[in-house]
C-alpha cells in the first residue's frame, strides 16, 4: 500500500487497529449503509480492544494515553475504510468529565465508561436555532428541590439511541441579565437510559451517510441534581475545553480517509486501461491525486503538532483549528480525485467510493465549519476584527 503509516507515530497502535479492522471489510459497511443500521458489531470489538478508552487515565481503567495515539487510532480506522464517526464521541467525551467533573462523578463513571459498560457517545451542543452560534442555545435547566428541569430541543445529537449517557448543554440563566454572552450555560450529564419515555423523546434524523443522528425533545424533564457538571454557569467554556480535542481527532479521521482515497484511486488508474494505456499514465489523471496527497501531508503535519501541543498541556487553538480544516479539505480534494479516476465506477456501490464521498463531506461543516475556522483564525491568530 502506498499510503501504509506502518512507520509512522504509534506503528504498534495503528497495526493492531488495521488488524481489527479486516474484520470489517467494504461489504459490511455497505450493508450497513444500506440500510442505514447502526455499526454494532464495529463498536463492540473497537471497545473490547480497548481502543476507545485510551484517553482515559489508568486510574479510572483507561490506557492513559495522548491525543496523538486516539487521534493514530482514528487515522487507521479511516484508512481501512471503517467509520469511526459511529464512536469517536466515545474517546473524547468524557474529557468533560475528566477535567470538570466530582470526584464522585469521575469514579462513578469513567471506570464503567473505561470497560465499556457505559456508552457515554452524545453530546447535545446544537440547536435548531443555534449551530455555529452556540450562546444563542435556548434548552433551559431550572432547578427544583433535588432535581433540574429541562425543557427545549436539540438537533443532530448523533448517536443518542447508541448511548448510555449524554453530555448537555443547557441554559441555567436567561442569556439578557447577564454581563457575557457565554456565562449562564451549564453542562449536565444525562442517564439516557432513565430520561427515554419520562421527557426526553429522540427522533432519528435520515441523512446523506450513516449516521445515526437524531434530534431530541425535552419536555419537563426531571434529572438528579447530582447531574451538574462542575460549577453551574461556566458550562460553555467546559464544552470549549473539549473542542480542539474533538478537531485534531477529527482532523486524524481525514487524514485516514485521504490515505483511503489516495490509495484506491492510484490503484485504478493503474490498471483500468484506456486508449490502449493505464489512464494512471495521463497527468489528467495524475495531477489531482498528486496534488491531493501532497496536500494531506501538509495537514498531517499540523495534526501532529497541535496533538503534540495538546499532550504538552499547551494552547492549541489555532494549530487544532488549523488541522481540521487542513485536514478536511484535503480529504475531500482526494475523494473528488477518486471519484473522477473511477469515472462511472466512482458512482457504483460496490466501490465504496461514493460511500467513502458522502462521509467525507461532512467534516467541512461539523463539528465546525470551516468559515467558523477562518473566522477564529482572521480574529485570534491574525488579530482582525471579530467578524460575528
Ligand atoms: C451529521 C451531523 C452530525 C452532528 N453531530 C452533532 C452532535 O453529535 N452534537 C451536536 O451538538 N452537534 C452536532 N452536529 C451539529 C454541527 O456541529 C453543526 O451542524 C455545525 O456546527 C454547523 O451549525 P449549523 O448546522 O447550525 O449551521 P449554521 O450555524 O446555520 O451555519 C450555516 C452556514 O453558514 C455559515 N456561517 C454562519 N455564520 C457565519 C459567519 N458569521 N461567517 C461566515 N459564515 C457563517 C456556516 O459556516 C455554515 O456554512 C452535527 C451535524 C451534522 C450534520
Known sequence: MPTDRADADHAEIRAA??????????????????????????????????????????????????VAAAAAVLEEIHAAGCNGAACHAQIYTMGTLLRHGSAEQKAKFLPQIARGALRLQAFGVTEPGSGSDTTALRTTARRDGDAWVIDGQKVWTSRAEHSDLMLLLARTAPRGELAKRTEGLSVFLVDMREAVGK??????????????TTELFFDGLRIPAASLVGEEGRGFRYILDGMNAERILIAAECLGDLRWFVDKATAYAKERVVFGRPIGQNQGIQFPIARAWAQGQGA?????????????????????????????????????????????????????????????????????????????????????????
Open 17 to 66: 487497529v488495521r488488524a481489527l479492522c479486516r474484520d470489517f471489510p467494504g461489504e459490511y459497511w455497505r450493508r450497513l449503509d444500506a440500510a442505514r443500521e447502526y455499526p454494532t458489531e464495529f463498536v463492540r470489538a473497537l471497545t473490547r480492544a480497548g481502543w476507545l478508552a485510551v484517553l482515559i487515565p489508568e486510574e479510572f481503567g483507561g490506557s492513559g494515553l495522548g
Open 199 to 212: 421527557g426526553l423523546t429522540i427522533r432519528p434524523i435520515r441523512t446523506m451517510m450513516n449516521h445515526a
Open 300 to 388: 498531517a503535519l499540523m495534526v501532529g503538532r497541535a496533538a503534540q501541543l495538546f499532550d504538552a498541556g499547551e494552547a492549541c487553538g489555532a494549530e487544532a483549528n488549523m488541522a481540521k480544516l487542513l485536514a478536511s479539505e484535503a480529504a475531500w480534494q482526494a475523494a473528488e480525485a477518486c471519484v473522477q479516476t473511477h469515472g462511472g465506477f466512482g458512482f457504483a456501490e460496490e466501490f465504496d467510493v461514493e460511500r467513502k464521498f458522502r462521509e467525507t463531506r461532512l467534516y467541512q461543516v461539523a463539528p465546525v465549519s470551516t468559515n467558523l475556522i477562518l473566522a477564529y483564525l482572521a480574529e485570534h491568530v491574525l488579530g482582525l476584527p471579530r467578524s460575528y
